[in-house]
């Protein structure tokens, strides 16, 4: 009976001391940035990331609300198998709540699974595949900046819709590369186009030029890359070199990343200085607006709970500087309004970082896969 | 058009030439860590991180300076070979006496950090560096287009290797250097400065390094990782070769690009693993290597 009172009066007392904070586990939101911090798409995602989801808590002003917010990071080296053993412990020891960015889709889709092992949050910015959302969708996971079958439908459709009908794939090979692969031959094949051929190379494959022989001789009026960071860079460069534009062909780069954010100079500004001059790339920019609104979630609930964050942050509406208004659906997608664009020839170009102009806006609801079409399970 | 194995002749032309282009860094690369092996008994793990500075030299020399390809190919392997010789003259000499593993454990470590600086510094995504205009264009060759850069690469580091061959295995300075390996008391008491000449050569086989560094740069970006991938291609071809044979590094070089590039063709997906797999059938059969001989 003693035992019995002790425990009525322990609760009672527990009750009556801070409410706001009952719910926080260990009383601090602890936001792990797990990403590629050394290798290919460290300049992307990297330790910038880190400096957004920083600038995030900031603007949040989670000092002035009273609450505690950390942010740890780490390095995944790009292997699956480094990422999920972080994140176990994260979890297990670390009482880390969220983890956010994960480039790199073969590293993403574990970090998927080992949330939602877990019970606890993830917040994907940096990785592409666009099956995060479909079969492999999570009540726990949120898709954040772009996927794979946004890249296709924006860059692809564009370009069949200019009469080029022939494609031939340079397709990195693992999960990512095979995604966005997979995804443009969809919408190419669906507006009438033909893919002649496909090669897949090692990831972070030192030279292109022999792949690049074998599309310039397949004779497909489009060479579609499906890769990212410094393959991507390669792969252009050596198709310079070898006359392969020269010759006719054009390439369609379905992810490239430029160190620039258009829609907020004033961000851009302020995360420079933070990160050794350098301008932040969509990815950074995903992880500030993730980061910011998994903080008013958690406002919201007074917990850090991390399956009734995610269910409320699906409620909100999303509102920050950079993406502006948009919505994150059931399946965990969040959708904005995307553009098209081209790369401006170097006598259109006024200065460094502008580069691009937008030959088209892709409104919010047209941008991404409609639910109904990915397979989630979540979606009925 | 006439087919092999299901590909077009040209195709496979082309691919060959390609092969050989790769496989002249492979050779270069290859030669440089012969020469230190066969002559210091070093397996030297900082020759991709000496690679790698070779590029940036170039890359410091074109934009803080204002000097071009042609001076970064002389600068770069001389300014990169100092920097050999200091990490010789102050750590290196201390190991020579013992296990080949203590050099192996000191250079990788120096690798690491190398890297590890460049990488704070400049971050993972390169710098650019472009073509000297001299070489920019191409040839077509009916089979191909062959950019000049290219066929730079093939002409100048066969010439490169051949030399390097020359010197070390049909002059009298090659035959001090080979005897100062064997007996190095026999070699000095004929009055040679054993101990300068083992210096000189660790600072000429990082030389090479650069030198492949520079030629690398106008065709992958220059980054501060570059080598590290590289390195451990470029020690199967050594073993491959034979443990310090220079022919043997020469001639496997090239032959192991065009494996390669032939790889690609036929079957993309192995092509990063394909030399390992070569290595793993030789080692089986000549555990001293194609052109070794068993010590």
Not at chain 1, 90 to 116: E, M
Not at chain 2, 77 to 83: D, N, R, S
Request: net charge positive; hydrophobic share 50%; proline share 4%.
């Amino acid at each position: 009976m003693i035992t019995l009172r002790v425990l009525a009066l322990l609760a009672a007392v527990a009750l009556a001391v801070g409410p706001a904070h009952a719910q926080i586990s260990d009383g601090v939101v602890k936001i792990g940035v797990l990403n590629d911090q050394s290798g290919a798409y460290a300049d992307i995602s990297g330790p910038g990331s880190v400096v957004a989801a920083r600038m995030a808590v900031e603007d949040f002003g989670a000092a002035k609300k009273g609450m505690k917010v950390e942010v740890i990071s780490a390095d995944h080296q790009n292997k699956p198998e480094v990422g999920s053993s972080i994140a176990r412990q994260w979890y297990d020891r670390d009482g880390v709540d969220v983890i956010v960015d994960v480039p790199t889709s073969s590293v993403a889709l574990a970090i998927n699974q080992v949330t939602r092992e877990k019970n606890k949050a993830f917040l994907v910015s940096g990785a592409a595949t666009s099956d995060l959302t479909g079969k492999a969708c999570s009540p726990n996971t949120i898709h954040w900046t772009y996927d794979t079958w946004m890249l296709a439908h924006g860059t692809g459709s564009a370009i069949v819709g200019t009469g080029k009908k022939t494609w031939f794939f340079l397709t990195a090979d693992y999960a990512f590369g095979h995604a966005l692969e997979r995804d443009t031959e969809e919408v190419v094949v669906k507006n009438g186009g033909k893919v002649l051929g496909k090669v897949r190379h090692p990831l972070n494959a030192q030279d292109f030029s022999s792949f690049l022989l074998q599309a310039q001789s397949s004779k497909a009026q489009v060479i579609g890359l499906a890769n990212a960071g410094g393959d991507t860079i390669n792969s252009i460069k050596h198709a310079a070199e070898f006359g392969i534009v020269k010759g006719g062909q054009i390439l369609a780069g379905m992810l490239v990343f430029i160190t620039d954010v258009h829609a907020t100079c004033a961000f851009a500004k302020r995360f420079a200085p933070q990160y050794k001059g350098n301008m932040p790339t969509m990815v950074q920019a995903g992880i500030y607006s993730a980061v910011l609104h998994y903080l008013k979630a958690v406002e919201a609930l007074k917990s850090d709970d991390a399956p009734k964050v995610i269910a409320k942050m699906k409620e909100m509406p999303t509102d920050d500087p950079l993406f502006g208004k948009g919505r994150i659906r059931a399946d965990g997608r969040k959708i904005h309004d995307a553009y098209l664009v081209e790369v401006k020839k170097p006598s259109e170009s006024k200065g460094p970082w502008d580069y691009y102009k937008i030959l088209a806006t892709i409104p919010a609801d047209k941008a991404f896969r409609p639910e109904k079409e990915g397979d989630c399970p979540l979606v009925k | 058009m006439t087919e092999i194995f299901g590909v077009p002749t040209q195709a496979l032309f082309g691919q060959l030439l390609i092969g050989l282009i790769n496989g002249s860094f492979y050779a270069l690369l290859s030669l440089g860590l012969a020469v230190i092996f066969g002559l210091l008994n070093i397996i030297n793990f900082t020759h991709g991180a000496q690679y790698m500075m070779g590029a940036f030299v170039a890359w410091f020399l074109l934009n803080k300076a204002g000097m071009g390809y042609w001076w970064a190919l002389a600068v770069a392997p001389i300014a990169v070979g100092a920097f050999g010789v200091i990490i010789e003259r102050t750590m290196l000499k201390q190991l020579y006496k013992l296990d080949h593993l203590y050099g192996l454990l000191l250079t990788f470590g120096l690798a690491l950090i190398i890297q590890g600086l460049f990488r704070n510094e400049y971050g993972s995504s390169g710098l650019p560096y472009s073509i000297p205009s001299q070489l920019q264009g191409g040839q077509n060759l009916g089979f191909m287009f062959l950019p000049n850069y290219r066929a730079w690469v093939i002409v100048f580091s066969l010439a490169v290797c051949l030399s390097t061959w020359f010197v070390i295995e049909k002059t009298k300075l090659g035959s001090y250097l080979r005897a100062a390996t064997e007996n190095p008391e026999l070699v000095r008491a004929f009055g040679i400065n054993v101990p300068r000449m083992i210096t000189l050569t660790y600072g000429f086989g990082v030389g090479l390094a650069a030198l492949a560094g520079v030629m690398a740069a106008p065709i992958y970006s220059v980054n501060p990782l570059m080598g590290a991938d590289l390195i451990i291609v470029v020690f199967a071809v050594v073993v491959i070769g034979g443990m310090g044979s220079i022919m043997g590094s020469i001639v496997t070089g090239f032959g192991l690009g065009i494996i390669e590039g032939l790889t690609k063709v036929f079957y993309p997906e192995a092509s990063n693993t394909v030399i390992f797999i070569i290595m793993a059938i030789v080692l089986m059969f000549r555990p001293a290597g194609l052109f070794g001989t068993p010590r």
